[in-house]
């Protein structure tokens, strides 16, 4: 997990074969698995709709999920101890989302996006209330240049006292990568401060995008 300290982000290999993510994004047409549908130019996100799913999660997402927070809480506690923060993050999941829970975190976050031509996302965080776990997954579940083009995922670094810095990121099929959520801790000559990310998706430039989002805090 090196790059996500020295770029915050961290590419993790292809996680799921196209079969698996031809069958996640079919659940994409099956209302009764989400909790809720955003039109993202509605509320001036950008252009298409992503849609979070419900508790249970699908069995192979909710899997998915434990295991990638379980390889990603040893660095999550390095940053926290890099930036001395307080949050405490427990070895499973599930301590950590009864933390959220008592936190008023109860809703869960993981959601699947889809994306046509011309549609996009601005730059943002996930964000959902006080509590946060520092690291977030996407998979790309859609083929790049043969189902879609364009549609690469943005990663801005905004460094202090400097101009930012883009990362434009092309993940293949089933390939997954881990993404900062909020800022990354920099060592500097006293000690380590942060500098803060957003991430977001260039305009789909035609066919259509799948992804997979993984964000391991609950929302309020
Ligand atoms: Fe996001």
């Known amino acids: 997990m090196d ?10 290999g292809i996680l799921l074969e196209q079969r698996e993510c031809e069958e996640i994004r079919a659940l994409y047409a099956q209302p009764e698995l989400f909790r809720s549908r955003i039109d993202m130019a509605r509320y001036r996100f950008g252009r298409g709709e992503y849609q979070y ?4 999660l699908p069995a192979q997402i909710d899997e998915l999920r434990r295991e990638l927070y379980s390889q990603l809480v040893s660095t999550a506690r390095e940053w926290t101890a890099a930036l001395s ?3 405490e993050y427990p070895e499973d999941l599930s301590c950590f989302l009864e933390q959220c829970a008592a936190a008023g975190q109860v809703r869960p976050t993981p959601l699947l996006l889809h994306y046509q031509a011309g549609d996009f996302n601005c730059l943002h965080q996930d964000l959902y209330g006080e509590i946060f776990f520092p690291f977030q997954v996407i998979v790309c ?10 549609g690469e995922l943005l990663l801005v670094e905004r460094r202090p006292r400097a101009q930012s810095v883009g990362h434009s990121i092309r ?3 089933g390939e997954a990568i881990a993404i900062t959520t909020r800022y990354r801790p920099v060592r500097g000559t006293r000690g380590y401060h942060r500098t803060n990310f957003r991430h977001g998706v260039s305009p789909v430039l035609s066919g259509e995008r799948y992804t997979l ?3 391991f805090h609950d929302a309020n």
């Open 171 to 173: 993940l293949e099929q």
């Open 213 to 215: 989002g993984i964000i």
């Open 141 to 150: 579940l859609s083929k790049p240049e043969v189902e879609f083009q364009g």
């Open 53 to 56: 799913f419900y508790y249970p």
């Open 3 to 12: 790059s996500l300290w020295t770029r915050g982000y961290s590419r993790l």
């Open 85 to 87: 923060r307080r949050q």
